[in-house]
Structures are given as structure tokens and as C-alpha cells.
């Protein structure tokens, strides 16, 4: 039997979780005061998500850089390469927040959204 350490984000207390294991099955959660701990540790302990927060170049805009983010959660897996996709654009200004920047980015189904307006120089 495995045993997997978490800190539950799922709410403000952060219980430290402990997932017990054997193979890829959960057997038992421990730790978790609330119901969205069981279900935070049972997901992080089997495919971790995240949601990703960075930046796209916009050389005409006002800033030289546009926030963005992805609008759900993709595979922690899957982040070096959702970043290696941002990084290889460059999106033209005017922008408005939640204006899609990339949709589906890398075939997650996730879209990649502007996180503020971005006028013009």
C-alpha cells in the first residue's frame, strides 16, 4: 500500500491529506474536514489538475505583454506543453478581457483567455 501527502486547496482550512493507495485505486482518505477534501485528494492523487496563468507577447499594445489564463483545468501533465504553445504566439491589441486568445489549446478542450483589456499603443 502507497501512501500520498496533500495539502487540501480545495478550501481555506488546507487539511494535510493523506491518500492511501494501491496501484492506480484510492482506498482511503484521511485528514479531510470536509467533503471537497475527499474529492481534491482522490483527484490529485489520480490526475492532478491546474489551471495556468501567464503571459503572450503583444507588440502593439500598450503593454508589451497580455495576462492570460486557462479557463478550466488541463492535466498538470499537460503544462509544459500549453506553455510551450502561449509562448510561441503573439496576439495584436486591442484585446478585451475574456476575449479568446487560444481555443482548445492542445486539444484539451481548455480555452486560453485574455485576463484584462489591452488597448492599442
Known sequence: MEEKN???????????LIVRMEGDEVIK???NRCRRGETYG?????????MVATTVRIPNGFYPLLPVYTKGTIPKSR????????RAIEVSA????????IPNIIGTGVDVIA???M???
Open 29 to 31: 482518505i484521511l485528514g
Open 94 to 101: 486591442p484585446v478585451k478581457a475574456e476575449d479568446v486568445i
Open 6 to 16: 496533500f495539502i487540501c486547496t480545495a478550501c481555506p482550512m488546507g487539511c494535510k
Open 119 to 121: 488597448p492599442e499603443k
Open 115 to 117: 485576463s484584462r483589456d
Open 42 to 50: 482522490r483527484q490529485e492523487a489520480i490526475a492532478p489538475q491546474r
Open 79 to 86: 503544462i509544459p506543453e500549453v506553455l510551450a504553445k502561449i
